[in-house]
């Protein structure tokens, strides 16, 4: 497989030739090594790379941020942030122009083949995405019928040309409005609005045809006759996500059915007087008769195409409601979906892709900080900080900061004695109860009784805390505090294997030790021992 091509803008020359030989012991081409972002927007150009890190602080006229948005408006580059900063202000501008990755040095190799690995694959899907969007959109303006395309709550999402020609409303004017404004409709005999097959199909979930006889009120007032049908847009899970509405105006049919109507009543008046003239126009009879059959055939051919028609229609509203649908559910589940839509989503909606957003980020904080602990440990960059703390607030804090990660098949008991006060870390002491806990938790897919149990002594504390979940296999209690190890029952349970690894870190930096007991099926139990001063020294 090709290794992806990468331009590094770096000005700390020492840093960029460091980053270009990790790269090149990973297996990436590096295309330049540049100090400044006019540099780097002046090779791409040249030598157009797959991915740029980019520094945010660089020397010249512009820095690393607005050279990323550059990169991205003129190239459609993927760019990831290499930074020493993680500054609000900083993070914020750098989020405007829609990173792929944002890597905080020092980093190891690791680090930044997965981040590399991951901004590729996202760039792809994103270029994957925009092809099928614009196939669909293609599609959808090619077809000869009129089509619409509204949210759940009717707000337009799109129209093709035919649809902008009947209604006479231009897409761009009418994106975001309610399809009631754009698409009136009437009774062509009682002169009575005629529900919009749209809300009822969204309320139904079912393809919705209108009555026979209805007239199209476009933006000028004027009236099209029209024949249509809507649909739900569903996603795979039965969600409706919109609604798609086609139409076509039938005019050409009516003017056929008034032509043949005038026609079979001149054929029948000829066919009279043939009848009344029969010995005398035998010939013209016949003739009249051959044309009758012509005539005949005609209309037999017109309602064939008439219902080939129809069939199509059915067609083109099952293709549009399928492959509408699966791009749909794509740009729901991203946030490129709040960018592009925000303004035409309801807040409950709004504040579900926030929140999975929130969730993601704050999934990937936890393991930065985790795998930034693990290097300061190996590096012994550790601080040990003893204060007095209050182990019984510190560990009410922890519980309830981890309660939303309980079901409600779990249960948990605390046992834990009043003014228990003790000179300890109270930030490693915080880590541990964190980790210790959430596994508990996550290894307790079934429920069950969690206990945390306090037992302050003169010399030392003991924190023991018990799950009844999947336990640990024998065969791996020997490599269970191994960075990035995980039991081999766990299955597809998320994590990556450090949790216990900061755990034995911060018990060590006190001096400490971990026991634990398990048993497959039964639970696990770690009891955490915790030597304590008689006060703070320094």
Known sequence: MVKAKILVVEDERVVALSIQNRLESLGYIVTANVTSAEAAIAGISQNPPDLVLMDIRLKGKIDGIEAAAQMRQQFQLPVVYLTAYNDEETLERAKLTEPYGYLLKPFESKDLATTIEVALYKHKMEQQLREREQWLATTLKSIGDAVITTDPQQAITFMNPVAEALTKWTQQDALGQDLNQIFLTINETTREAIPNPVTVSLQTGKTVTIENHTLLIDKEGEEIPIDDSAAPIKNDSEQILGAVLVFHDVIEQ??????????????????AESTAQLRQQNQQLEAEIARRQQLEEELRVALARERELSQLKSRIVATVSHEYRTPLTTILSSTEMLQRYSDRLTPEKKQTHFQR??????????????MIFIEQAETQALEFNPTLVNVEELVGEVIEAVRPKFTEKHRLNLICPSECDRVLDGNLLRLILDNLLSNAIKYS????????????????IRLRISDEGIGIPPDDQGKLFKAFYRASNIGITPGVGLGLVIVKECVELHQGRVEFESKVGAGTTFTIILPVAESVEG
């Open 254 to 271: 009516q003017q056929i059915q008034a032509l043949l109507k005038r026609t079979n009543a001149d054929l029948e008046q000829r066919v």
């Open 357 to 370: 957003v929130k969730q993601s980020v704050e999934h990937l904080t936890n393991l930065v900080n985790d």
């Open 445 to 460: 897919p079934e429920g069950g009784l969690i206990e945390v149990e306090l037992t302050p002594q003169a010399q030392e």
